[in-house]
């Protein structure tokens, strides 16, 4: 059982940066891809972005893509997100989530943290 917490949420206004984490604890770390989701109030939890176990490998939503930056490190069991040029539509609770390998569902979930971009 992976148990995932994300920190580093907060409110900064348009235009700036934030640094989210997801620390991992119960498991292989390296064992897992991981993921980057958002829900905004009223809308359907999304992508956002990607990395594989390795973090040879990244992927972002469109949406996200040139502004955010997803990263790992498998020594202290942490995946990061680097947001910058944020704007209001990102406010969102970003939740970070473990895959296996070999793809598939997410199975494990952090609580989420809270990211809100004032104009």
């Known amino acids: 059982q992976v148990q995932l917490v994300e920190s580093g949420g907060g409110l900064v206004q348009a235009g700036g940066s934030l640094r989210l984490s997801c620390a991992a604890s119960?498991?292989?770390?390296?064992?897992?891809?991981m993921g980057w989701f958002r829900q905004a109030p009223g809308k359907e939890r999304i992508f956002v972005a990607r990395i594989t176990w390795s973090g040879g490998a990244t992927y972002y939503a469109d949406s996200v893509k040139g502004r955010f930056t997803i990263s790992r490190d498998n020594a202290k069991n942490t995946v990061y997100l680097q947001m910058s040029s944020l704007k209001p539509e990102d406010s969102a609770i970003y939740f970070c989530?473990?895959?296996?390998?070999?793809?598939?569902?997410?199975?494990?979930w952090g609580q989420g943290t809270q990211v809100t971009v004032s104009s």
């Open positions: 119960g498991g292989t770390f390296s064992a897992y891809n």
């Open positions: 989530a473990a895959q296996s390998r070999a793809g598939g569902d997410y199975r494990y």
